[in-house]
């Protein structure tokens, strides 16, 4: 009977039983949904930090630096016991313990705010800093500290402990736009953080608690009385000894405060637009560029360079560069006491000629930092320093000429374009030599006629003239008579081609490294023929005949060869002298930045004694 009533009850029970098992399977589908809406709605990424950009010289010595927060990111692995146990005993004891926030220090903080009415005590665990210093304001509400609390226990899903505490200590503010201990390491000391002493380190703890009030700078005595506060924790948690504590303290504490690199802003400010070339050829964006139909299609494209460069340096790279700091010193100094204040500007590009690299950049008078480039954004029209690439050169290549060759220099119109010499000179049969020495116009548009005009320009195709268009291929341009026109950079690359008939592009960036030392782009390009041997010698005779007995006499001849070729604009408002010695390969130009005649400057060879400068070493 028993039985029979016991196996009734059982029976009885089952659709209870199933309703409470449905029940509890709705609630857990419910609460793992929930779940799953808070880890999504709860990403905790990093945040884009912008760590320093570092410039080096051909010596490898640091002249540059871009940054606005000075971050040197350190990897846990790499910190010592003592720096953990000191922030880890000062800040949170219970670390390694709690999931992301204590409860009892929670409960003590409250207890003790609520007793004096205000929020006077702080239980943050280093996982909640890290939500703050990351994802939350600074702002002292409850709402904001619930928030604390649920965003540090999702952090504590998604890291680990160790990746928790590599976090806090890169992202700790140092003052004075300083973050992490690395970064207070190398600004404050100028020391890297595992060349510190214990003493050290520990003044270093001191600031973040508040930066304002432990400030080394202004505040060094209020941090070291809190330096000393830490090191008395460590012995009270017995991390130290009591003998180690008495040495550490009586550590002589001497601040050398990193200042700012910022030497030769003239030559850092285009290794930072070449930066973004190197990236875009290194990833293919410059074909995708180089595609583009419309102008909105081209800006599409530029604007993912420039987004790909700020992604690419925003975590901190050491660019390697060919400036030779002595020649850049000596071309600011030479051309400023040249051109003067008065409003000419000049720009100038140096390339040195074996290792074809970008040695020495000027930019024009009072330059500062961000402002207009002269050596490679000023885009004016060349004038006859032109002829050699455009006219000469390839005339020599396209039949058995040299530079004795004679021609038809006489006056000539094609389809109503008449060009006249200077001073409106008439001349019959000339050398080659006597018209490129003299810089004679007339020989210059028809030599451009013979060879013809597609002919001619496609020997410019391998220099990549960034503003030379199809509008351009007509007559005027032997005489540089171009829509925009060339800068000093361009042209003076061009004119490397004359040292021995090779081509390459020049450049001021050897390599692009990250924070580890590893190469992460690097220039590839290849030198290529575009000249015969035979041309570029034609071309250097005639240069040298320039410097020696025409247009370009008074150029200082200081190396067993120097040659040039000048330039010059409708009523002498550019004024331009190309070519190179042993040494080195130049172009100068000089103007006003909005076009004005300068024919007192010209009369006063001011391009060539510019030139010559930069020339020397």
């Known amino acids: 009977m028993k039985q029979t009533v016991g196996l009734v009850i059982t029976l009885a029970c089952v659709p209870l039983l199933l309703f409470i098992q449905n029940q509890i399977y709705a609630e857990t589908a419910q609460t793992e949904t929930l779940h799953a809406s808070i880890r999504k709605a709860v990403q905790l990424e990093a945040p884009v930090m912008v760590s320093p950009i570092q410039m080096k010289d051909r010596n490898g010595k640091l002249f540059a630096e871009e940054y606005t927060e000075w971050r040197q990111p350190i990897h846990l692995q790499d910190v010592t016991f003592f720096t953990r146990q000191l922030f880890l005993k000062s800040e949170d004891r219970t670390f390694y313990e709690h999931r992301g926030y204590d409860i009892a220090a929670i409960i003590r903080a409250f207890t003790i705010n609520a007793a004096a009415d205000a929020k006077q005590q702080g239980a943050s665990t280093i996982t909640q800093q890290v939500v703050r210093m990351r994802h939350l304001t600074t702002e002292k509400t409850y709402e904001r500290k619930f928030k604390e609390l649920f965003f540090a226990a999702e952090l504590e899903k998604q890291s680990t402990k160790d990746e928790i505490l590599e976090m806090y200590l890169n992202e700790m503010y140092f003052g004075n736009q300083v973050y992490g201990i690395g970064g207070a390491a190398s600004y404050y000391f100028s020391r890297p953080l595992e060349k510190l002493h214990e003493a050290e380190i520990a003044f270093l703890a001191a600031i973040p608690n508040n930066p304002s009030l432990y400030n080394p700078i202004k505040h060094f005595d209020q941090t070291k009385e809190r330096q000393l506060r830490l090191l008395r924790v460590m012995l009270d948690q017995q991390v130290i000894t009591q003998e180690q504590f008495e040495e550490y303290s009586k550590l002589p504490i001497q601040l050398n405060v990193k200042n700012k690199e910022q030497f030769y802003p003239m030559y850092s400010s285009y290794v930072l637009e070449e930066l973004k070339d190197l990236i875009a050829q290194t990833e293919g964006l410059d074909v995708s560029m180089a595609k583009a ?53 000049a720009g100038a590009a140096v390339i040195d000629n074996e290792m074809r690299e970008i040695i020495s950049l000027y930019a024009g008078s009072g330059y500062k930092k961000t402002d207009f480039n002269r050596a490679f954004q000023a885009v004016r029209q060349p004038g006859s320093a032109i002829k050699p690439l455009l006219v000469y050169a390839p005339f020599f290549e396209s039949g058995p000429y040299h530079a004795d060759t004679p021609v038809n220099s006489s006056n000539i119109c094609i389809a109503g374009y008449c060009p006249k010499n200077f001073g409106h000179y008439q001349f019959g049969t000339t050398t080659v030599r006597e018209a490129f020495r003299n810089s004679y116009n007339t020989t210059a548009v028809r030599l451009l006629q013979r060879v013809g005009i597609d002919e001619a320009f496609s020997h410019l195709a391998p220099f990549h003239f960034r503003h030379i268009v199809a509008a351009d291929r007509s007559y005027p341009a032997a005489l540089g008579g171009f829509s925009k026109g060339v800068t000093p950079l361009e042209l003076a690359g061009a004119t490397t081609s004359f040292i021995d008939g090779t081509y390459l592009p020049p450049h001021a960036i050897r390599s692009v490294k990250d924070g580890k030392g590893e190469v992460l782009y690097k220039w590839k390009d290849r030198s290529k023929a575009v000249w015969s041997p035979s041309t570029v010698n034609s071309i250097r005779s005639l240069m040298k005949e320039v410097v020696v007995n025409g247009t370009g006499e008074g150029i200082a001849y200081t190396t067993s060869y120097t040659g040039a070729k000048t330039g010059t604009t409708d009523s002498f408002k550019d004024l331009w002298t190309i070519g190179m010695n042993d040494r080195y390969t130049s172009a100068v130009w000089i103007g006003y930045d909005r076009p004005t005649p300068i024919p007192r400057l010209r009369d006063q060879k001011i391009h060539l004694r510019a030139f010559s400068s930069t020339l020397r070493p």
């Open 293 to 345: 139909k419309t102008p909105e299609e081209r800006q599409r494209w530029q604007s993912e360079i420039n987004r790909r460069t700020q992604e690419v340096t925003s975590k901190g790279v050491t660019i390697d560069t060919a400036l030779d700091p002595n020649k850049q010193q000596h071309d600011e100094n030479r051309l400023n006491a040249l051109i003067g204040t008065g409003g000419v500007q």
